[in-house]
């Protein structure tokens, strides 16, 4: 699985992709980049955008804990918005460690309607500032 993390909006908003097929290890990976990206922002509430469209095979459901069974929410985490999650098991576990782990999460079909939701839910972002660019970027080879 392919993997990249940048920020959209610098010390706020998080955004990360995923393409290609899914690994215990590689989400491990992906989980420890994040988490060690937030730390070390001096930000205390960062949101994440997390777009899934371009995942080819999703993480089965046996894989779930070895891909998370150390894994502890960041404190810094506001909310997790997961996007294009197409697999139904895939969107009902991980609704099942939102729970878990005490995070907040919601999914959306498009990176536009995350973005809409953090508009209405944080109407204190500097929008000025974000890099869209970061969102169109091609997927490195």
Known sequence: MGFSAEWYLADKILYARNWGKTTPESVRKQVDTLDQMLTDSAAGSIYVILDLTQVTKALNLRDFPKAFGSYKTNPKYGWMLMVGQKDPVVRFASGVATTLFKAKQRS??????????????????????????????????
Do not use: G, H, Q
């Open 108 to 141: 959306f079909n498009t990176v536009t309607e995350a973005v809409d939701f953090l508009r209405n839910v944080d109407p204190d972002i500097d929008w000025s500032t974000v890099d869209p660019s970061v969102l169109t970027r091609p997927i490195p080879a």
